[in-house]
């Protein structure tokens, strides 16, 4: 069982659950966290399986899985410290969105995007969420290549197509930053 | 470990699509492959208010007659269709939500989406009105105590209808309009459907601006009071706020603050006279503006000396606020001001009265302009419009 820096073992005594990544390795998480995981949850919600199997996350890095095992579990503790006390609660999302923006600052285009894939695919909503919306301001403001080239999408339209599109709309695809 | 997002699903594009707050950005992404354009819709419903165009005459031949200056785009002025049907014969009397709101002679009331040119009719003000017409050019007014006095059609255009505002896009089902007409004493409103505007009994005069929020229409008098309209029910319920101390200036605009702030901005406007006639206006320019905000306790206003981030548009449009970190090549602080004279259609020389002032230093820059009636007295003059794509 793989066990190194990124992932610290869980206390003795909680309940764990195992995650395998795509190359194998096997990430020990504690039953909150690994339930932050839609799809990990719906795993384990089928009858008659039992919370010693490891969970295959096969479209899933090692790196993007420590990531996002990182944030979940500071997004639990998170959780647990708000309630009633809006004061409490205040404090509470102010820290999540540092946490949401200090992930987001250190990661390249690449980066993200596999995080994105992979929030996707684990079905984590908020998670989901905030990298959508870090997505939304790296292309703000960038011409279409630019954004092509971001999501490595070819431009599959014919000229007449294209010339159509920018002339009903020649204002949107002026004035952008240069690439 | 490259990724092919043609793959993705397509709620993951439309995750992402989502998330744009632009609606140029929004365009440029659905352009990018068929992919992302079939899994995000057409007109996008998310988007918060867009930073406003400045609708401009351009002094030009009638091919070019209007342009919208977009303060983004390296400032640039760019050609805005307009079909013959809506420009010939309508006059430009207020902006809300993205549609320019247009009087015919007839009279008839024209709403004109500049971004997507659809348009939209409104019951005509003559419906209920005291306004008669009595001939082409001209109108009967019976005023309330019983005096009637006559208005040219150019008179009514500038004077008659003072702001008209709307609680969303007309193409919403729960529209409602508000008007603040017959200069500025009756307000009236009509809901999606109704084949008449409405009128509120009388409650506040010189009333000077409107805007909606929450459900309700706030409306303000030359002094600062503030009556709080419902009209959501079968008949209209308004309470009056009066804030103490009397406001001076001469105009005062209702901002929402977009921080859920109520504010008042009083414009002070420099005008002079001519020499040989003393009736006759040859200048007509804002020198300052104040801001001040609600506070709701005491209730009073309370003056303010910096906006932050913020920019206000007024004018004859429905007050807007924006970010301006949001934007490009825009200026937070500052308070981006169109023509909001009451001889628009009249011959008054000098220019349009535009500009942005800075209330970091007072200072006013200036917005490109034109003469007033330079071309054509149908001319539709500046106004101040938030590109809508519904």
């Known amino acids: 069982m793989a066990n190194n820096g990124e992932n610290p073992s869980p206390d003795v005594g909680g309940k764990t659950v195992k995650l395998k990544a795509d190359d194998g390795e096997i990430f020990e998480v504690e039953e909150a966290v690994a339930m932050e995981l839609q799809t990990v949850k719906s795993f384990f919600d089928d009858d008659g399986v039992s919370y010693d199997t490891v969970v295959p996350l096969l479209n899933v890095s090692s790196t993007a899985l420590a990531k996002v095992i990182q944030y979940c579990r500071r997004a639990v503790e998170l959780r647990a410290k708000s309630g009633d006390d809006e004061g409490a609660n205040e404090k509470a999302r102010e820290e999540r969105e540092g946490l949401e923006a200090e992930l987001v600052r250190e990661e390249s285009d690449e980066g993200i995007k596999e995080l994105i894939l992979a929030a996707n695919y684990l079905n984590i909503k908020d998670m989901l969420s905030f990298l959508c919306r870090a997505v939304g301001d790296r292309i703000k403001n960038k011409s279409v290549e630019y954004v092509r080239r971001f999501f490595v999408l070819e431009n599959d339209f014919s000229p007449e197509e294209e010339e159509r599109t920018r002339n009903e709309v020649a204002w949107a695809f002026e004035g952008v930053d240069a690439d | ?390």
């Open chain 2, 1 to 390: 470990m490259a990724v092919d997002w043609t793959q993705l699903p397509q709620e993951l594009l439309k995750s992402i699509a989502d998330s744009i707050k632009i609606y140029a950005d929004y365009l440029r992404f659905r352009a990018v492959c068929h992919s992302v354009r079939s899994s995000v819709p057409n007109t996008p419903r998310h988007l918060p208010p867009q930073l406003p165009w400045l609708i401009l005459p351009t002094g030009q031949s009638d091919q070019y007659k209007t342009a919208f200056f977009d303060l983004q785009i390296a400032r640039k002025l760019q050609h805005l269709e307009v079909p013959d049907a809506v420009s010939h014969w309508t006059f430009l009397c207020g902006s809300s939500h993205g549609w320019l709101v247009l009087l015919f002679q007839s009279p008839g009331v024209l709403l004109f989406n500049p971004l997507t040119r659809a348009s939209f009719h409104l019951p005509p003000f003559s419906a209920y009105s005291n306004a008669q017409i009595v001939n082409l050019f001209e109108f009967e007014i019976n005023d309330e105590m019983g005096e009637i006095y006559m208005r040219t059609f150019r008179e009514m255009l500038d004077s008659y209808i003072k702001k008209v505002v709307f609680s969303s896009s007309p193409l919403s089902n729960n529209f409602v309009a508000l008007a603040i007409i017959n200069q500025c004493d009756i307000l009236a409103y009509c809901k999606k459907g109704d084949l008449t505007w409405t009128l509120i009994p009388r409650t506040m005069f010189c009333c000077e601006d409107a805007i909606y929020y929450n459900d309700l229409f706030y409306v303000v008098d030359k002094h600062g009071a503030v009556a709080v309209c419902d009209v959501n029910g079968a008949s209209p319920i308004v309470s009056i706020i009066k804030p103490q101390l009397q406001m001076g200036g001469d105009h005062q605009y209702l901002v929402n603050s977009g921080d859920d702030e109520l504010l008042l901005v009083t414009r002070y406007v420099d005008v002079q006279y001519d020499d040989v006639d003393p009736n006759k206006i040859v200048s007509y320019k804002t020198a300052r503006f104040e801001v001040f905000r609600m506070n709701w306790s005491e209730p009073r206003w309370e003056r303010i000396r910096s906006l932050g981030d913020r920019m206000l548009f007024v004018g004859e449009n429905s007050s807007v606020s924006c970010l301006a970190s949001d934007f490009k090549g825009c200026l937070g602080n500052c308070i981006y001001f169109a023509d909001d004279s009451d001889f628009k259609y009249n011959s008054v020389n000098g220019d349009y009265d535009l500009g942005i002032f800075k209330l970091l230093d007072g200072s006013i820059e200036h917005l490109p302009s034109c003469q007033r009636n330079f071309r054509s007295r149908n001319d539709w003059p500046p106004i101040w419009v938030t590109p809508n794509p519904c």
